[in-house]
């Protein structure tokens, strides 16, 4: 769980807590999220300390990303995909074939994942299929029990 401060329109400033930073960004994206005070959902992060004191800095870029910071975003997406897989089909070694007939309209779009080789991988992203590489381990089913 994190907790972020939040600031409705009204400028009235909350705490929330949420299970990953994607969930905050998901629930908002639905409007799941209101201002206890005023019950407005207009809400975003509230601007923090160390962004205001950076404020003489502008034009610097993005602020360097924290080694935490890094492994905490990343933990919050294996945590999506982790999701997105309950959903998805296990296509093995087809995994290629199928995202490229997707992809080309030949077959009906619908998640999946499997297996590629390195090679396999990069010509999907040559070719521009949305493709990702998986952040949590899966077993396949033909090596389960
Ligand atoms: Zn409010």
Known sequence: MIVFDLKC???????AWFKSSAAYAEQRAQGLIACPLCGDREVAKAVMA???AAKGNQGAGTPPVTPEAFKAALAAL???????????????????????????????E????????????????DEGVPVA??????????ARN
Do not use: C, Y
């Open 9 to 15: 329109s009204g400028n009235h400033v909350f705490e």
């Open 50 to 52: 160390p962004a205001v």
């Open 78 to 108: 294996a945590q999506l995909q982790a999701k997105q897989l309950e959903t998805s089909q296990w296509v093995g070694k087809a995994f290629a074939e199928k995202a490229r007939a997707m992809h080309a309209g030949d077959a009906p």
């Open 110 to 125: 619908a998640p999946i994942h499997g297996q590629a080789t390195l090679a396999e991988a990069k010509a999907l992203v």
């Open 133 to 142: 590489p998986l952040l949590v381990p899966v077993v396949p089913p033909e």
